[in-house]
């Protein structure tokens, strides 16, 4: 059986920092469970790089106007004939619910940054071996502590994470979604096209190809370059087909 291997691009700063921010909200779900030293660096290095990437840019402001953008694709979808309107109802409610809990949340990953041991791991990350039990003694007692207790703490931390994680999930299925899988063919390992004010690429190519793309572009016009993972010995067709979604 043959393996489809999805990769995604972005075509404009907001959706770059978007696709990290999701990247990293994964990576605190899956690494919530803490029961040792090595989770909980996992753990605390996704924390302290989601604080940094908020430091940038009106993040609450950015997601607020696309969840109005949203809406306001879902009213102009409300008028064409047969359109299913429970789902279009559906979908406008819970555009509004996030942006209403949004805009009520206190200042995004305010609790994390506030937090005195999320505080005292995040000066040491930067330090090769820096969080070591002489260097973080604090963080040293805080893994011998019952399990129960260290599972509501990261629970509240988790939380606190809920308005954002929400809204951005819900915005990014709605991107994803709007663009539709299409065929096509690259020469000699180019390809070009008009990106039509897009916010994302996404492209679906077989795992026995052993190629990936590399993308440049914006809003208005991308190119794609696709080159072997071996770049010695692979080689690149003449002609390859994939497919590629324009969202």
Known sequence: MSTTIL?????????????????????????????????????????????????????????????????QKLRSWAEVPGVDMELVNNLSARLKNCSTRLMGAPRMGQLLREDRLIGLVRQ??????????????????WLHVDQAVRDAQVAIWMASLDPLREALTLI?????????????????????????????????????????PQVSGHKSRYAIRFLPLDSERGEVPARLDFELACC
């Open 124 to 141: 040491r990350l930067s330090i090769p071996g820096g969080c070591c039990s002489f260097d973080l003694p604090t963080l040293h007692i």
């Open 172 to 212: 990014l299925d709605l991107i994803r979604q709007s663009g539709i899988f299409r065929r096509h063919t690259s020469l000699n390992g180019f390809f070009q096209d008009n990106a039509e004010d897009a916010d994302l690429l996404r492209l679906q190519l077989m795992l026995e190809d052993s190629l990936y």
């Open 7 to 71: 990769f995604e691009h972005p075509l404009n700063e907001k959706m770059r920092t978007w696709l990290r921010i999701e990247f990293l909200l994964k990576q605190l779900q899956a690494s919530q469970n803490i029961t040792d030293h090595l989770g909980a660096l996992t753990f605390f290095r996704n924390t302290a790089d989601l604080l940094d990437v908020f430091e940038r840019g009106e993040l609450r402001t950015d997601i607020v106007k696309e969840l109005e953008r949203q809406q």
